[in-house]
Structures are given as structure tokens and as C-alpha cells.
T-cell receptor, first 113, second 110 residues
Framework: KAGVTQTPRYLIKTRGQQVTLSCSPISGHRSVSWYQQTPGQGLQFLFEYFSETQRNKGNFPGRFSGRQFSNSRSEMNVSTLELGDSALYLC????????????FGQGTRLTVV | SQQGEEDPQALSIQEGENATMNCSYKTSINNLQWYRQNSGRGLVHLILIRSNEREKHSGRLRVTLDTSKKSSSLLITASRAADTASYFCATAGGYQKVTFGTGTKLQVIP
């Protein structure tokens, strides 16, 4: 059974640009969550999608958005990139949503210069 | 904001010793999970303990949960160099978002 796949693995962008990250969940999982991990703030919840609907949202500005497709694949978009957006972005999928356990992808390392 | 806080922030032990890390959280939960993360990679789920459970075992892992104190501990017995990683607790209540603690960085010295 394939795990959670995130693409790309690494990305370098310039301030002001926008970026789209992709996440393919484990087959059969309908919930996809996104997290931002930085050394200073740790793991911060961005949002969660279930059956194409955003069910939960963290405390991030509107520049961070996401969506989920009918095949459960998800994308997150960050517009007008700032240096502080440099982080490891992790995607997790689960069968029932935020409970029980979530399975994480390897992450996308975004560097904003 | 972080729901949980792990203690200690960093731990260095010799191979074969036991490692204990603690997690405290603030609000009521349905379950608490522990994850491991190797150096900037994805998180690996270790164990889930529900709010009506007090202790759970999985291989060399033992997790306890004290809901009255809003705390949990993870014990890794007979540690190995491969256990070197960061360990996070994560809490979830109802359909709220999962929130992660600050993590404990464990180093096991061969």
C-alpha cells in the first residue's frame, strides 16, 4: 500500500511569488491535513479537508489556502510568499479525519529567498 | 499555538538505557498520540491512547495517560541508536484539529 506522497520534495521561491504544493493521500483515506513546521514555531496546523470540504482551519493568514479534489488529493497554495514562509510543509492523511492516527508524507521543504 | 508541551526538550542517553519523555496538554481530549520524526522528515505514528485508557504498550514503547493531570509519558525501553529522533505528542478532541507538542529531541549514543 503506497504511503502519503508529497511533491515536490524541495522548492526554492522568491519573495512575492506564489507556490502550490501537492499531497496524494493513502488510497481510501478521505481526510487530508496540512501542517507547517519551523524551528521557531514547531508544528502548526494549517487546515484539514474531508471529502472536498475544509473542515478545520488553523490560525494562518488568508495567503494560505488549500483544496481537495474528488480523488482526495489535496493541494495547498501560498500566495505573496514571505521569508517567514520558509518551512517544512507536511501533509497527513487518515481514514476518519483527525482521529485516529494520521499518516504523514515526507514533506515539502520550501525556501523563500 | 501549541496544545502540548514535551519535557525534556532534549535528552541524551546511552544505548540500552531507558528514555522517558513527558507531555502536558491544556484542554480535554479524546485521544493522545505519539509520533517520531527523523531529522526533518515526515512523522511516523507510534501509538495512540484513548482518554479512557491509562496505559498502553507497543513493543519497546509504553505510554501512560493521566487525564486528571492532563499529562502523558512515553517510555522507550532498551534504547537503540536508531531511536535517535524527535518525539512529539499530539492531542485531538472531538473533530478539532490535531495539535502537536513542542517535541523532545532524543539522542541515543552507541
Amino acid at each position: 500500500k503506497a504511503g502519503v506522497t508529497q511533491t515536490p520534495r524541495y522548492l526554492i521561491k522568491t519573495r512575492g511569488q506564489q507556490v502550490t504544493l501537492s499531497c496524494s493521500p493513502i488510497s481510501g483515506h478521505r481526510s487530508v491535513s496540512w501542517y507547517q513546521q519551523t524551528p521557531g514555531q514547531g508544528l502548526q496546523f494549517l487546515f484539514e479537508y474531508f471529502s472536498e470540504t475544509q473542515r478545520n482551519k488553523g490560525n494562518f493568514p488568508g495567503r494560505f489556502s488549500g483544496r481537495q479534489f474528488s480523488n482526495s488529493r489535496s493541494e495547498m497554495n501560498v500566495s505573496t510568499l514571505e521569508l517567514g514562509d520558509s518551512a517544512l510543509y507536511l501533509c497527513a492523511s487518515s481514514l476518519e479525519g483527525v482521529t485516529p492516527e494520521a499518516f504523514f508524507g515526507q514533506g515539502t521543504r520550501l525556501t523563500v529567498v | 499555538s501549541q496544545q502540548g508541551e514535551e519535557d525534556p526538550q532534549a535528552l541524551s542517553i546511552q544505548e540500552g538505557e531507558n528514555a522517558t519523555m513527558n507531555c502536558s496538554y491544556k484542554t480535554s481530549i479524546n485521544n493522545l498520540q505519539w509520533y517520531r520524526q527523523n531529522s526533518g522528515r515526515g512523522l511516523v505514528h507510534l501509538i495512540l491512547i484513548r482518554s479512557n485508557e491509562r496505559e498502553k504498550h507497543s513493543g519497546r514503547l509504553r505510554v501512560t495517560l493521566d487525564t486528571s493531570k492532563k499529562s502523558s509519558s512515553l517510555l522507550i525501553t532498551a534504547s537503540r541508536a536508531a531511536d535517535t529522533a524527535s518525539y512529539f505528542c499530539a492531542t485531538a478532541g472531538g473533530y478539532q484539529k490535531v495539535t502537536f507538542g513542542t517535541g523532545t529531541k532524543l539522542q541515543v549514543i552507541p
